[in-house]
């Protein structure tokens, strides 16, 4: 896809799934600034061309509302947002602090809708409006045990993305990525390991984790002309899904591990 001309913000984009982001609209001719809340030790690169970095904590309306004038102010426009700046560490919901479930939705659920009132209030007066893309995950529509926090947030981000469609239409689309299982270091961690993200890989239909490119695929798709009367709406990226836990307990040829 073509994005010459274009100008991209993406949150949490100089590492994880945000750096290949980053590095698939450069790739694509985009202009593209990243955002996170420490300087990267390395930008993401593509064709010669760095991301442009702004350091900003998106939990904070003021520097998230900085970061959008930034990228505006540098490159004369702002097109596309992306705001991928989430995650949660493991934590019983019984015994985790209040702070703790505070400071995860809002990171989940509160700087996004931060980020986007003032992408938003820029966009609105763009002839061509703009985009704003939310990545989500699988865990806000199925239980997430263990992160318990985080999923209620993310599904209260597929929430938020239906009501802003609505409100911000026809000069701004809005739309959510869902992503399953995707294979990064901070993944491989939380798997337990090479043995463990390839133990969680045979248990998808696709039979491999998601990688950073496989989710940049499907936020170009969203952000491009193919998808322009596409808002609203929440794209799975998950490879097939979770096959139902009751399959293999009553039968394992139903569904055979490889």
């Known amino acids: 896809m073509d994005f010459r001309g274009r100008a991209v913000l993406i949150t949490g984009g100089t590492r994880g799934i945000g750096a290949g982001l980053a590095e698939a609209f450069l790739a694509a001719g985009a202009e593209v600034l990243a955002c996170a809340r420490s300087a990267p030790g390395r930008l993401p690169t593509a064709g010669g061309r760095p991301a442009v970095f702004h350091q900003a904590d998106v939990r904070d309306p003021a520097q998230a509302q900085a970061a959008v004038r930034a990228a505006n102010e540098i490159f004369g426009r702002l097109d596309l947002v992306i705001s991928n700046a989430g995650g949660s560490p493991s934590a019983a919901a019984a015994t985790a602090s209040p702070r703790f479930h505070a400071k995860i939705i ?8 931060h980020v986007a009132q003032a992408a938003n209030a820029i966009m609105q007066q763009q002839p061509a409006g703009g985009s704003i893309i939310m990545i989500g995950s699988v865990s806000g529509t199925r239980p997430s045990p263990g992160t318990a926090a ?3 947030a993310k599904a209260g981000l597929q929430h938020l993305v239906s009501s802003l469609a609505i409100e911000w239409a026809p000069r701004v689309r809005v739309n959510s990525v869902l992503p399953g299982f995707v294979q990064t270091d901070a993944a491989s961690e939380h798997y337990g390991g090479a043995e463990g993200a390839a133990a969680v890989a045979s ?4 039979r491999r984790l998601a990688t950073p490119a496989d989710l940049a695929g499907a936020c170009m798709f969203l952000a491009s ?5 596409v808002s609203g709406a929440s794209l799975l990226v998950h490879g097939g899904g979770e096959p139902p836990a009751f399959l293999a307990a009553a039968d394992a040829s139903v569904y055979p591990r490889q």
């Open 106 to 113: 809002e990171l989940n659920l509160i700087a996004p809708l």
């Open 150 to 152: 985080y999923g209620a």
């Open 225 to 229: 002309p193919l998808a322009s009367y």
């Open 203 to 206: 248990t998808v239909p696709l």
